[in-house]
Structure formats: C-alpha cells, structure tokens
C-alpha cells in the first residue's frame, strides 16, 4: 500500500496536490489548537500565581467566555468561509489567533483573560468551516471519512505534543513564557502555509471536483441552485440536522471536559500544575488513537454498522465517567488511584472522539454541498453553547464542596443524552438510502 502511495505522489499531480493540501490543513490546524491547548494546561499555574488571584469559578469564567468566541465565530466564519474561500479565512484565522493567544500571555485579570481569549478563539472556529471548504473543493465524496478523520487527529496530535512540551517547559518557565513560545510556533507555520496552501485545483492547473451529495461524483448535489436562505430552511426542515446538532452539543460538553482535567488532576491527587499538565496527555493520546483509524474504519462501515459501532463507543464513554465517579468509593493508594483515572479518561477520549469528529463533519460536507461551511457553523455552534454554559456551570460546580464529584455526575447525564442522539441520528441516516431526500 506504501509503494501505491509513493508511486502516485511520483507520476499523479492531483493527488500530489491533494496530499500537500492535506498537509497544510493538518499543521495549520494543529498550530490552531496548540494556541488553546496551551492557554488550557497553564491553567493550574495561573491559580497558583498569587499575583492573579483567580478561583476555579474564575477559570470557568474565562473558559465559558472563550467558548462564547468559539459560538459567535461558528455562525460567522462558515459564511465567511462559503464567500471568500477557504484558504483565506483559514489564513486569518490562524493569523488573528496567535495574536490572541500572545497578547493573553501577557494580561492580568479576569476581564482581560476573557477578552483576549474570546477573540482567539473567535479566530480558531474558521479552522473548521475553512477547511470543509477546501475539503469540499479538493477531494470526492469517497474520501471526505479518511480525510475528516486525518485532521481531526492533527487537533489530537496537537494536544498530546502540546501536554507533553508545553508542559514541560512549565516545569521551568513561567506560564507566560510558554505561552509566548506557542504564539511564535503558530507564527512560523502561518508563514509557511501562506507560501504553499492553495484554494482549489485550478490555481495548479487542474479540473475543479463536481459537487454531488451521492456516492455518483457525476450526479449534481440537490443544493446547487439554493440560495444560503434557501439552504437554511433546508437544513431547518431536516431531522438529522436536529438531532446531529442535538449529539454534537452533548459531546462538545464532553470534550471540553478536557480544559477542566488538569485542574481535576492537580486537585484530587496533589500534583504540580507541570505534572498535571503532562498527565492531561491521556485524554487527546486517547482521541489520537482513535481518530487515526476512525476515519477509514467510518467509510468502510455500512450505515446500519455505523449505528452499532459509534453507538458503543457511547456507552464506552458513559462507563469511563462511571469508573471516575466510583473511584474514591475503593480503598486504593494514590499511585494505583491516579493511574486507573488516567486509563478511565485515556478510553474515554478514545470512546468519544470518533463520535465528536467523523458523523457530523462528513455529513455536513455531504448534506450542505457548497454551503457545507455554514451547515458545519451552526452544527459547530450549537455545540459551543451547550460547551459554553458548561464552562461557567463546571467551574462553579468544582468550587463546591466534593465539586468533582457533581462535575463528574453532570458529565454522566450529558453522555447519556448523547448516546440516545446519535444512535436516533445515524438510524435516520441508514434509513435515507439517498442523502439528496430527506424524511
């Protein structure tokens, strides 16, 4: 299989074309997320800098009005993506970001915090939409599974190499140097995707891609000749467009899980804020794991199969959280404690991250056609609510009096909801034979 791949880079430039674009859209995207990756871990050590004075609720403030950036720019930046190109508003996307990120590692202050984070990642939700442009433009229906599933591993690779050495360097450096040090790593990938990422096909001499909402790459996509109003009510008038948005807002809240595990580490086992940082990598190695094989596993699953297999990576999910509500009812040293919790969160990434990434990215590249950037905005941003009271609930509720544990119970419901979505989503899926007809 390796030699087929290099003999086509070799001879076919399409998909030499294809595999740069590729390239450019993960390690643009994983500078994307090191910028909040790193703003995530340093967390702990801004509660522990005197000089800020900021409580778990504060943090959740902070977090809940980053979020707030992420749900406004997903219903501005899919449009935007749609209008301009995705190549564009992936660049300023990445540019506005590392600003962001930079200027928050020198402010003090909650409102300030909330601010500059706000507008990164305001920045970083173009990132998504752009790329479903660009995949749209560059690669045919057959593919978009493994190409989705590629690039939700970059945001997963990102958070493990960001965990490990960032975290590290908190270890030696205070958190406003590291910070620093993840504005100038975006920076530098920035200038080198202005230099090579290309919008479409026809800026390297090739025939743009038909677009088609079937497996037939020749038969026309059924949004072709609508409006984005138009497209709109089609997409209000959908039941899978309710129910993915339904899933995606629960496993959102899941996956922002994730900025509170830190935290949750350095509390319930008496860590540093450098080591709670590095052992937060068991959650994104999870999700990495996952989204690496997910994408080609979900185009080779039948619709029907694609209801059992994702449907138990659910109830996996429910079953980690379960085992971190249990835990401290055993009587278990603390070593043998932290290392059954770092295999609970490492599965629970691994459960989720297939369900978060693949089912409703390439549904909306499917569904949406040429307006697969806002549909990806308003599923996105439905989730980022939900992720956004979340945030200000979650850190309140771990300010509480054996807060984790109702954090924790809060996490089970949420997972439970969302087993019951996505299951109702992908029967409806196998149900419609063709994606141009909905029922």
Request: aromatic residues 12%; hydrophobic residues 55%; neutral net charge.
């Amino acid at each position: 299989m390796l030699a087929n791949v290099v003999e086509r880079l070799k001879t076919d430039k399409r998909f030499q074309w294809e595999m740069i674009t590729l390239a450019c859209m993960y390690f643009g995207y994983a500078a994307l997320y090191m910028c909040r990756a790193t703003v995530v871990i340093s967390g702990p050590a801004l509660l522990e800098d005197s000089t800020l004075g900021l409580t778990k609720t504060a943090w959740g403030a902070i977090l809940g009005w980053g979020t707030a950036g992420t749900l406004v720019g997903k219903l501005a930046n899919g449009v935007l993506a749609d209008r301009f190109g995705g190549r564009r508003i992936f660049m300023l996307s990445l540019a506005f970001c590392m600003v962001a990120t930079g200027i928050f590692g020198t402010m003090s202050g909650v409102l300030l915090f909330s601010a500059a984070y706000f507008i990164a990642l305001f920045a970083k939700s173009a990132g998504w939409p752009s790329m479903a442009n660009l995949i749209g433009v560059w690669y045919q229906p057959n593919w978009r599974g493994r190409i989705w599933g590629i690039l939700s591993s970059s945001s997963r690779f990102s958070s493990v190499f960001t965990t490990l050495a960032m975290g590290s360097l908190l270890l030696v450096l205070g958190w406003r140097e590291v910070i620093g040090v993840a504005a100038i790593v975006a920076g530098v990938v920035l200038v080198g995707l202005f230099f090579i990422m290309k919008q479409s096909p026809t800026d390297v001499g090739l025939e743009d891609n038909v677009s088609s909402d079937s497996d037939d790459p020749k038969k026309l996509h059924h949004l072709d000749d609508h409006t984005l109003l138009q497209a709109l009510l089609n997409f209000a008038k959908s039941p899978r467009v309710w129910l993915i948005c339904v899933s995606i807002m629960c496993l959102t809240v899941l996956m922002e899980f994730q900025s509170f595990i830190p935290i949750y580490l350095k509390e319930t086992f008496g860590l540093t804020a450098g080591i709670a940082a590095i052992t937060s990598s068991a959650f994104p190695i999870g999700c990495l794991i996952s989204v690496l094989v997910g994408g080609f596993v979900f185009d080779l699953l039948t619709k029907k199969t694609r209801i059992f297999v994702l449907g138990g990576m659910m109830v996996l999910s429910v079953a980690c959280i379960g085992v971190l509500i249990i835990l401290p009812q055993f009587d278990m040293n603390r070593t043998a404690s932290l290392w059954t919790s770092l295999l609970a969160i490492m599965f629970f990434g691994l459960a989720i991250a297939p369900c978060y990434y693949i089912p409703m990215s390439v549904f909306s590249v499917d569904f949406g056609g040429k307006h697969c950037g806002a549909l990806v905005g308003i599923i996105d941003a439905a989730g980022y609510l939900a992720a956004m009271t979340f945030d200000f609930l979650g850190g309140a509720v771990a300010d509480e009096v054996n807060g984790w544990h109702h954090f924790l119970i809060i996490l089970l419901n949420v997972a439970v909801v969302g087993f019951v979505a996505i299951s109702l989503f992908l029967t409806l899926e196998f149900r419609v034979q063709k994606p141009s007809t909905d029922t």
